[in-house]
């Protein structure tokens, strides 16, 4: 089986675009050509990999295959390409980010140091949600990610602790729970509750702490951008919970933000996949990140 690297890149992005127009823009090629590469690969493997639709394109079970090796050969070249350049001390390479995207503002000042101390490298980053960013690491399609803890695939993935907010509860002014001290799980359960994205690592805890308290939340929102969420409260459509740094940038907003008892934090770290080597650029984030003078 003699497959290039380029070809494996063209049928992931096909797998990730679920349609070939979309991917052939992706590769900078024609659909025509890119059809050739996917026939080539088929013909090479002997096995129908796609479905192919009007619309969309569908994986057969030989294609889930194919997607799960090509994705961990794509994530083991990569590996091997940084550790060729980690010879010339890291003066080149790229480091494939993830970054769960309520995190975003906080890391500026530790990507603008690690840029200035090694210019060379190019950061890639995606934006995912916790869950996205460990899924994404196990499949070898990411080198290192900013998360908040706990991590679901605890025994799969290592972690280093940066920092911890706390999180506050987020009201409309006049609502009722403003003339209180601090807020319990029980003055949630009453109210609309707007929540992040299921793949979001704080929706997954503030589902597992009202479990735990025997609160069933009313979930009448979901959304992936905290700004949203904050005007849909604004709005008087509900409450919400917020982590510290995001309710110090809505100041402006006709919001009351109150504690929560018992206190509840947001604990950010990175988190890598365990059983694999840090590659030089992920390692050397890594190292910058635990500085005192790099805390987020």
Known sequence: MNIPIKSLRCFLTIVEAENFTRAA?????????????????????????????????ELTQAGRIFAQSAQEILGHWHRLQEDMSNLRGLKSGELRLGVCPMMSSLIIGLLTQFRQKYPGISVQMYEYGGFGCEKALINNSLDIAFTALPTTHKHELANQPLTKYPLLACLPEGHPLTHKTHITWQDFEAYPFMLYNEDFSLAKLINRLSRKAGVQLNIAFRSGQWDFLAAMVEANMGVAILPEPICQRLTTSKLVFKPIQPAMTWDLALIWRQNLPLTPPAQALLTLSSSDSNRL
């Open 25 to 57: 823009q992706k590769c900078f090629m024609t659909q025509p050509t890119l059809s050739k590469i996917i026939q080539r690969i088929e013909d090479n493997v002997g096995e129908q990999l796609l479905i192919r639709n009007n619309q969309s394109v």
